[in-house]
């Protein structure tokens, strides 16, 4: 059960909240719990919607963010994330078990993805603190400087909702992915 009340509905949230949550509901389909929990404060919500978006107008494709997302969420023991980027990673970016296998344990089986989600991975075991080859890996992969900075904040970004989600326990409203840390 969540730490603080998690809103029912889109009405039930902040009157700020309300037309980003309706937006997130046009966009998934619905509305996931943490979406919800975060509405809390509209602010917040409108943050992580912003950088979100920001995000998804990058270079990165998209079965890539989730693959960074799945190792992440893995290396920070969040299973709510795991358990969300797991079910978007299936029916959304159209990765396989034995893929989604592979992003938990902070690689790929796609020669190109495997140094953009090796290096999400370095990036979030070691608090930022990679080394020069780290880098060199990731550019050598074919990855351009701006590709780099976009792989760096999609850490940032999963590691804030991993806390999140940690911090105030958001009931999992996806099938269950439990992370080997828990």
Same mark, same amino acid.
């Given at each position: 059960?969540?730490?603080?009340?998690?809103?029912?509905? =889109?009405?039930?949230?902040?009157?700020?909240?309300?037309?980003? #949550?309706?937006?997130?509901?046009?966009?998934?389909?619905?509305?996931?719990?943490?979406?919800?929990?975060?509405?809390?404060?509209?602010?917040?919500?409108?943050? *992580?919607?912003?950088?979100?978006?920001?995000?998804?107008?990058?270079? #990165?494709?998209?079965?890539?963010?989730?693959?960074?997302?799945?190792?992440?969420?893995?290396?920070?023991?969040?299973? *709510?994330?795991?358990?969300?980027?797991?079910?978007?990673?299936?029916?959304?970016?159209?990765?396989?078990?034995?893929?989604?296998?592979?992003?938990?344990?902070?690689?790929?089986?796609?020669?190109?993805?495997?140094?953009?989600?090796?290096?999400?991975?370095?990036?979030?075991?070691?608090?930022?603190?990679?080394?020069? @080859?780290?880098?060199?890996?990731?550019?050598?992969?074919?990855?351009?400087?701006?590709?780099?900075?976009? =792989?760096?904040?999609?850490?940032?970004?999963?590691?804030?909702?991993? *806390?999140?989600?940690?911090?105030?326990?958001?009931? =999992?409203?996806?099938?269950?992915?439990?992370?080997?840390? @828990?």
């Amino acid at each position: 059960m969540s730490r603080i009340p998690t809103p029912a509905t =889109i009405a039930d949230g902040p009157e700020k909240s309300r037309p980003l #949550l309706e937006a997130v509901n046009k966009q998934v389909g619905s509305v996931p719990n943490m979406f919800r929990l975060i509405s809390t404060s509209p602010q917040a919500l409108e943050g *992580y919607l912003g950088l979100s978006g920001a995000l998804g107008k990058g270079t #990165l494709p998209a079965a890539t963010r989730e693959r960074i997302a799945l190792a992440v969420a893995e290396v920070n023991g969040c299973s *709510y994330c795991l358990s969300a980027h797991t079910y978007f990673g299936k029916n959304a970016a159209h990765l396989d078990d034995s893929e989604i296998a592979a992003n938990r344990n902070g690689a790929s089986n796609d020669p190109k993805a495997d140094a953009a989600v090796r290096f999400a991975a370095r990036v979030a075991r070691a608090r930022g603190h990679v080394a020069e @080859a780290d880098l060199a890996a990731v550019k050598l992969a074919g990855y351009s400087d701006a590709q780099a900075i976009e =792989i760096v904040l999609h850490v940032a970004l999963n590691t804030w909702t991993n *806390y999140f989600n940690e911090v105030f326990k958001t009931d =999992i409203d996806f099938p269950v992915v439990a992370t080997r840390a @828990a």
